[in-house]
């Protein structure tokens, strides 16, 4: 499967942000999906995830409250409305795909989009 992210971009800090990655390829049913970022200097951090069937959703402690996880399997896509922005959250932001589960040895990835947050 191939994913492409979309998105990012410079928003004030409180502002608001949606992330889509579109899924081409094998069903995209079939995967779990999740977001992960990485800040410059970081390591790459898991920020969310859903299960294929859209039941099941995790979130990192930091962005719980402000940031949803959803998708749209008919649209092949999944996205992260991100709300209450931090200039913390500032990164690159990258989609996974897995069919057993997201984690950062995920089979299939995004190429990044770039996060930024101003205070």
């Known amino acids: 499967v191939q994913l492409q992210a979309s998105g990012g971009g410079l928003v004030q800090a409180g502002g608001s942000l949606r992330l889509s990655c579109a899924a081409s390829g094998r069903t995209f049913s079939s995967y779990h999906m999740g977001w992960f970022r990485q800040a410059p200097g970081k390591e790459r951090e898991l920020v969310a995830t859903i299960s294929r069937s859209t039941v099941t959703t995790y979130y990192a402690d930091s962005v719980k409250d402000r940031f949803t996880i959803s998708r749209d399997n008919a649209k092949n896509t999944v996205y992260l409305q991100m709300n209450r922005l931090k200039p913390e959250d500032t990164a690159v932001y990258y989609c996974?795909?897995?069919?057993?589960?997201?984690?950062?040895?995920?089979?299939?990835w995004g190429q990044g989009t770039d996060v930024t947050v101003s205070s």
């Open positions: 996974a795909a897995d069919p057993i589960r997201v984690t950062r040895t995920a089979h299939y």
